[in-house]
């Protein structure tokens, strides 16, 4: 296998590992929203990855964070991830969550598409085709019946289209930073921002909490970071398949915790998302090979 493949293929890798722990830091979020504010939770996510951040890289990391060029580059992709987060979970209070969940699926498509213009990538046909059975699974297993224009729906759509571009503009970033300055630069905006509600929605987490709220900035950063450096490897048209595979990850954490039993459309969705995961890895193998 070529040195290109080897990366495309290490990149897949890591992508999927990233979506994995990005499930288990939402299921824990769920939990945690019937109890505390939704603002409480991003800031002590945040509060947890800037200091897990500050204590890797140190003094290195925050020379880098001045000195660098980039700073509108990276506080804009911050914007525009948390302005994606308003806008998706704005619209989760009026809309189903199946509906929800396939219209939010519809960024991987909007990557692939917007990565030829803004990043020069070649999507090939075998790209186009996991990238439309993903899909295919994602709507399958979610049932997206009774989908109708209004507000929340634009909102939804809104927030795939930001985080899209944020997605094209971490793979733009990555060319001339690391992966450390961009988690430092969105989640110290997104510590600011946080911050400045919470103080007016305080509730004291109970000690369970506070270390779930531990776990959720843990494993939100530990995946940021992978994810990042899985994007460094491999194309974004690549890497928005991938996102597909957190949806097996949430279906399989909704069983193990909660106990929900995945219906026979699920099933059959939850298997085309898989075989398009595996066709995109084989294809991109055989490319490489």
């Known amino acids: 296998m070529s040195g290109t493949g080897d990366r495309v293929v290490a990149g897949i890798g890591l992508g999927v590992l990233a979506y994995s722990l990005f499930a288990t830091h939402d299921a824990a979020n769920k939990f945690l ?29 925050l020379a880098r964070v001045v000195a660098t060029p980039l700073k509108w580059q990276l506080l804009g992709r911050g914007g525009l991830t948390l302005m994606a987060w308003l806008l998706y979970y704005t619209a989760s209070r009026d809309m189903p969550l199946a509906q929800l969940m396939t219209l939010y699926f519809s960024s991987p498509i909007l990557v692939a598409v917007l990565a030829i213009p ?17 899909f295919g699974g ?18 939804v759509l809104g927030a795939a289209l930001l985080w899209a571009v944020a997605i094209l503009l971490m793979r733009v970033i990555a060319r001339r930073e690391a992966s450390l300055v961009q988690i430092f630069y969105q989640n110290a905006l997104f510590l ?7 103080l007016f929605v305080w509730t004291p987490p109970s000690p369970l909490e506070f270390g779930l709220l531990l776990l959720i900035g843990v494993f939100g ?12 490897l491999a194309p974004a048209s690549v890497m928005s398949t991938v996102e ?3 949806l097996l990850w949430a279906f399989l954490l909704g069983y193990l915790v909660w106990g929900d039993v995945p219906s026979g459309p699920t099933w059959a969705g939850a298997g085309l998302i898989f075989a398009s995961g595996v066709f ?8 490489a090979g």
């Open 192 to 198: 600011v921002v946080t911050g400045t509600v919470t």
């Open 244 to 246: 597909y595979t957190g």
């Open 221 to 232: 950063g530990a995946g940021q970071f992978i994810l990042f450096e899985g994007i460094r």
């Open 280 to 287: 995109l890895l084989a294809m991109e193998r055989r490319r």
């Open 118 to 134: 803004v990043l020069g990538e070649k999507v090939s046909a075998a790209r186009w085709l996991a990238l439309a059975v993903g």
């Open 33 to 61: 929203a019937a109890s505390l504010p939704v603002w409480e939770v991003l800031f002590f996510r945040s509060l947890t990855i800037v200091a897990g951040a500050l204590l890797v890289g140190r003094g290195k990391l």
């Open 138 to 155: 994602v709507s399958l297993a979610s049932d997206p019946l009774g989908v109708h224009a209004s507000l929340a729906t634009a909102m």
